[in-house]
């Protein structure tokens, strides 16, 4: 039987969850496209609210815009996909991962004082986010900015063993050209960016739908 991460020969990590933190190398033109693409499209269309106070929120179709720059975008998100896919069964070669999967995606722009309240992706396997550009933070407000990865085993929050890294989340200080993949079903927050400039980023759902890869049993 199978219990989790080993630790020492008869102590494992027995709840960890995958969370993937990826760097695009050379991003700098994607980047830079994907900003003007989706600053023009938040000059001609209102956005939603969802999650977002006080930021834009582009209509959930942005997988589909047509533009040398998403596609790249796609090619990163299939990427991480690839990567998550293969790891229960230690595959190293992505090209053999065999996994397919649907996805519903939107652009985010957060000016100063925007957040995004804590939430899921309910119905879905993963969410992944593209930081596209992160602002100028202005010193003395903690957590600027961050994204916040609540901790899922909500009952550890009875405990103060914070050596043990119970109710202890995660928090990203998000750089452009980043990658970040985590279940969607793990609660998340965005916390109040204060600063100049935009903080623009792409998110999406992703169902994972077949494959010898697709980690169902």
Known sequence: MEFGIPVTPDIFLGFATP??????PNHAAVT??????I???AERD???????RGGW??????WSWDSDAVEAWRGWVHGCVLRMAALPAGETELSRVDVEYEVVAW???????????????ANNDWAVVCYVEVGEKEPGWDRNGMIELHDP?????????????????????????????????MEHSVHPFYGSG??????????????????RV
Do not use: K
Request: some cysteine; charged content about 15%.
């Open 198 to 215: 935009t903080r623009i980023s792409i998110a999406c759902n992703v169902r994972i739908t077949g494959g010898r890869h697709s980690g």
């Open 57 to 62: 929120q582009s209509r959930p179709d942005f």
């Open 32 to 37: 830079a496209a994907l900003r003007a693409e």
């Open 39 to 41: 600053l023009a499209m």
């Open 153 to 185: 085993r909500t009952l550890s929050r009875s405990s103060d063993l914070a050596a043990y890294g119970f109710a202890r989340s995660f928090l990203l200080d998000p750089q452009p050209g980043q990658m970040l993949m985590f279940p969607a079903w």
């Open 107 to 121: 652009a985010n722009i957060n000016r100063t004082g925007a957040y995004n309240d804590a939430h899921i992706h």
């Open 19 to 24: 969370v993937m933190v990826r760097a695009i």
């Open 46 to 52: 209102p956005g939603v609210t969802v999650s977002n």
